[in-house]
């Protein structure tokens, strides 16, 4: 299993504006996108997943075995993601939220209709899991960080290999409000009262 590397995560908070630019214009231009391939190996004999989307993603980690088999809340790839993401949807579970054609196959198209985020939340930086059979190849498992207004594109795995079970989507809660520091307040406080010394020698 690999871990995430800290370069996405500052990627993906630095390039967030470009990145919408992008993939504004890409969308415009017509019907291009950029496939990312996951882990990315060139050994014929594991498992490869690709993302096709306007704005490419990035593949950030992959492993072995099911991402929420077994125990109840045991997920590898939020042990992965660390602190502050929350499992969305998963395709098999009846929400209407992440939706893949051609479940059971080895290729189809996706989107994601996002629902707002838990109240003084925002939804950050989204990240989708292609999980397969778990048989001969792997990894099982891959996952694609979203550029910044990504919702839709492509999916497959490598031909001659085992079909989609389902997808995952996660997403990063931000809150919505960040709170002035205390030294902020203090900052205020110090300022009302310089005004208010020179209100004094005024009169």
Same mark, same amino acid.
């Given at each position: 299993?690999? /871990?995430?590397?800290?370069?996405?995560?500052?990627?993906?908070?630095?390039?967030?504006?470009?990145?919408?630019?992008?993939?504004?214009? /890409? !969308?415009?231009?017509? @019907?291009?996108?950029?496939?990312?391939?996951?882990?990315? !190996?060139? /050994?014929?004999?594991?498992?490869? $997943?690709?993302?096709?989307?306007? %704005?490419?993603?990035?593949?950030?980690?992959?492993? &072995? *075995? *099911?991402?929420?088999? #077994? %125990?109840? *809340?045991?997920?590898?790839?939020?042990?992965?993601?660390?602190?502050?993401?929350?499992?969305?949807?998963?395709?098999?579970?009846?929400?209407?939220? +992440?939706?893949? !054609? &051609?479940?059971?196959?080895?290729?189809?198209?996706? &989107?994601?209709?996002?629902?707002?985020?838990? @109240?003084? $939340?925002?939804? #950050?930086?989204? %990240?989708?899991?292609?999980?397969?059979?778990?048989?001969?190849?792997?990894?099982?498992?891959?996952?694609?960080?979203?550029?910044?207004? %990504? !919702?839709?594109?492509?999916?497959?795995?490598?031909?001659?290999?085992?079909?989609?079970?389902?997808? &995952? +989507?996660?997403?990063?809660?931000?809150?919505?409000?960040?709170?002035?520091? @205390?030294?902020?307040?203090? +900052?205020?406080?110090?300022?009302?009262?310089?005004? @208010?010394?020179?209100?004094?020698?005024?009169?």
């Amino acid at each position: 299993m690999r /871990a995430i590397p800290g370069k996405w995560r500052a990627t993906a908070m630095a390039g967030g504006v470009a990145a919408m630019l992008l993939a504004a214009v /890409a !969308t415009t231009a017509g @019907a291009a996108t950029v496939a990312v391939d996951c882990p990315g !190996t060139a /050994a014929g004999t594991d498992r490869e $997943f690709r993302l096709s989307t306007a %704005v490419a993603s990035t593949c950030i980690g992959w492993g &072995n *075995g *099911g991402l929420d088999a #077994g %125990v109840a *809340g045991a997920d590898a790839l939020l042990a992965l993601l660390g602190p502050g993401y929350a499992l969305i949807d998963r395709t098999d579970s009846g929400g209407p939220i +992440l939706n893949l !054609t &051609n479940l059971g196959q080895r290729s189809g198209s996706w &989107n994601i209709l996002l629902p707002a985020a838990p @109240a003084g $939340f925002i939804w #950050g930086a989204l %990240v989708m899991a292609l999980q397969s059979d778990e048989a001969a190849f792997n990894p099982d498992w891959a996952a694609f960080g979203l550029a910044p207004g %990504v !919702t839709s594109g492509g999916w497959s795995i490598a031909s001659g290999q085992q079909s989609l079970s389902h997808a &995952n +989507l996660y997403g990063q809660l931000v809150p919505s409000a960040v709170p002035l520091p @205390a030294a902020g307040l203090l +900052l205020v406080g110090a300022l009302g009262a310089i005004g @208010a010394l020179r209100r004094r020698k005024r009169s």
